[in-house]
């Protein structure tokens, strides 16, 4: 019923806002000297009240020379442009458009000031920017609009992540059509995930653009602005990216806007958290500015002996010289203490067991040996400089250090040398200590050309990837467990064995073209392609001059084709191609059958088409795709358990995503996936047809939100939420399946003046449930209902 609500609703804003027509810009004369240095201009965007006004749609038009852009979140937007005299167009859902000759150069920026629309219209101001994205640097490197782009992208605002109150990455993706979010049920210590069925935890989790070790380290929400999705094989501009494509985490910026929210957080499981956000100018011009961000919480979870402790901190500082200069230093520093995840036999969790259900909240470890220490932190730096000849260059560089200490005793399954056994669990103490240090930078120079009906984007980039792993693994048999009735404390710990001592060095060098080329306003073409070169070296400390290398060079590339019909409808075409390094895996030799051979990297392709749908006089965005991936040179092992690289795996698909902020304060999100994947080809004949394992064939989400505007009750709001997620195999011969489930969020608030309140709880009925296997001995609950209140005070 959500979904179908949702569904009308989208319906009812779409259909007549596609039927509107564009209104057609003033006849004026116009001319353009292409001769002379491009020059910048600055244009700032207000509603009546004089608050910025984010995401309207700037265009400068001279004849067939068309200039687009976007205001961000301080109103604003900078475009680059030859002397001459153009027709100024502003536009933004709810406000009436604004349309004015310029003549440039301009000496000071362009200020703006938007008159309302219709009543029925939403009005979308600074710090309350709504669920709807328009514009995306993670697609094109370009900050290109959406609707332009030919693949599927999904973004999750900060407003959106503020409304349900999210606390992992996780939580943030769990509305979004081709994740699968919450892979491997309660997971304290990653974000573990799927994007059209394929890992993207090893490779595909970036922050600001660059690759973030999300193998080793977590985010906070928290210190997010929003989290992209950019689906499918994604290499032209990445490099080394899983099939399934990306997630880009966004970090929060200084902002021009003075502002401080103080927030203090209760919930279940003795959850105790404060934090607070500052941020604003340093000085009367605004050239400095500032963000800091820090947050202490105190928490356990519903697992056993397992917290949810956190210390953060986050400064930033940001230089605006003028509006061709900007550099911005980011810092943060964080300090966890958890726990593993637990893994439980099948009976008791998904199939019946004599002794009953086992407790969602079981710990089969011991207090005082598991648990993970983490300290993890980064310092970098994001700029950008406009020459006079039109050419900008973007520039990002981050230092990340990760220190993971964890060890964690882990079941097994139960004791099968005991007949008839259902209550006692075998268990191995395992440690995974590592040292992480990343070095990644990202430099690009864009221009912009104009030639009759032609308009081109083109970037020239480079970025390399210093990534140097240290990583020792241990383990030893532990004594059994009564699952029902368990007694800590009582047993001894064997030494464990140290089977890995090594040090991995990745080292990546990516050359990247890409040209985006408009014809008429009507044709956006996307053309790209990238040269990589990876290299792998691995030292083995446990073995005397054991060490190996591996390069991998590959050529990537992605062309698409979006139709802009200038109704708001915009179908779409692309082919893209991705690479994925298989770094300190061995394969078997044809020669000598013995897994002496580095394995090469496995490669992916895809095919993709589309329809985007972005109403004129509605805020909402509607993407529909179907896609298909292969990925060949797939590592699958024999009866041996060695490694052969003959693998294909195979993924097709259809996803539905839209999201709007509609009049008087209603927000929606809804979207459906359905996700057919299996494996092509084998070395096991009985692997060939089945699906691959955990990966659900459907899932659905409905998201309604709603805030009062105004009388008796305004600044009264709240939320609900539907999520489905359909049947998913265990294993890869498909020997059991896990069953479908369906949850319900919900979410309560009242604002006053600077004061919010607001209390959520996810799974609200409390359902247990099994998110998925990985065998019969492995099993993953999914996550109990958890309330949290919160109360932010905004100054």
Known sequence: ?????????????????????????????????????????????????????????????????????????????????????????????????????????????????????????????????????????????????????????????????????????????????????????????????????????????????????????????????????????????YGEVPPGGLINQVSKRPSSERSTVIEGQFGQYDRRQGAVDTTGPIDRAGVFRYRLLGLIRNSNTQTNFTPDDRRLIAPSLSFHPSDRTNLTLLADYQHDKTAWSQFLPSQGTLNSNPNGIIPVSTFLGEPGFDGV????????YTGDHLFSDGWNVHSNYRYQYINFQGRTIYGNGFDTTIPNNTTLVTRTAYALPNINRINTVDTRALRRFVTGN????????????????????????????????PVYGVTTIPALFFYQNNDSLLQQHGLYAQDQIKFKQHFVFTLGGRQDFARNDISNFLAANSNTSHSDVRFTGRAGVTWLT???????????????????????????????????????????????????????????????????????????????????????????????????????????????TNTVQDITQANIGKWLPQTPRNQVSGLIDYTQRGGRFAGLGGNFGVRFVGTNAADSINSFFIPNYALTDAGLRFGYRHTLFSINATNLADKRYVATCSGASYCYYGYARNVIGTAKYHF
């Not at 990837?465 to 693994?473: F, L, M, N, S, T």
């Not at 995503?657 to 459906?672: D, I, R």
């Open 454 to 485: 032609w308009q081109q984007t083109v970037i020239f980039g480079y970025d390399y990837q210093h990534i140097d792993i240290k990583q020792q693994a241990g383990s030893s048999s532990v004594a059994d467990l009564n699952i029902f009735h």
């Open 373 to 380: 220490h983490r300290n993890q932190a980064s310092v970098g």
């Open 566 to 676: 200038g109704s708001g409808i915009a179908p779409y075409f692309a082919y893209s191609t991705s690479f994925l390094p298989n770094a300190g895996s061995f394969v078997v030799n044809a020669v000598t059958n013995l897994p002496t051979d580095p394995a090469k990297a496995s490669d992916a392709r895809q095919l993709e088409g589309g329809v985007k749908i972005q109403p004129r006089t509605t805020n909402s965005f509607i993407t529909a795709s179907v896609f298909q991936i292969n990925e060949t040179n797939v590592l699958v092992a024999d009866a041996a358990f060695n490694n052969h690289q003959s693998g294909e795996v195979r993924s097709r698909g259809v996803e539905i995503e839209g999201v709007a902020s509609l009049s008087h304060g209603l927000n929606l999100h809804a979207g459906y996936t359905l996700t057919a």
């Open 1 to 237: 019923m959500l979904l179908t609500a949702s569904v009308l609703l989208f319906c009812s804003a779409t259909i007549p806002a596609l039927a509107a027509t564009t209104p057609a810009a003033p006849a004026t004369s116009c001319s353009i000297e292409n001769n002379s240095p491009v020059t910048a201009v600055t244009i700032h965007v207000t509603d009546p009240s004089g608050a910025m006004l984010d995401r309207a749609a700037i265009e400068l038009r001279c004849g067939s020379t068309v200039l687009n852009g976007i205001t961000g979140k301080d109103g604003s937007v900078t475009l680059s442009l030859h002397p001459g005299s153009y027709i100024l167009t502003a536009q933004a859902p709810g406000f009436a458009d604004v349309t004015q000759p310029v003549q440039a150069p301009v000496l000071a920026p362009i200020d703006l000031q938007m008159p309302l629309g219709s009543a029925t219209d939403t009005i979308n101001v600074s710090g309350d920017s709504g669920f709807v994205p328009y514009a995306s640097n993670a697609g094109s490197k370009t900050n290109a609009l959406l609707i332009e782009v030919p693949q599927s992208i999904s973004i999750i605002s900060q407003q959106e992540m503020e409304a349900r109150n999210v606390i992992t990455m996780n939580e943030a993706l769990r509305y979004t059509p081709g994740i699968q979010a919450d892979e491997y049920g309660v997971e304290p210590r990653f974000d573990w995930l799927k994007i059209r069925g394929f890992d993207a935890q090893t490779f595909g989790v970036y922050r600001d653009g660059m690759r973030f070790n999300s193998l080793a380290g977590k985010l906070d929400p928290f210190e997010l602005e929003s989290v992209e999705v950019l689906k499918g094989p994604s290499s032209v501009l």
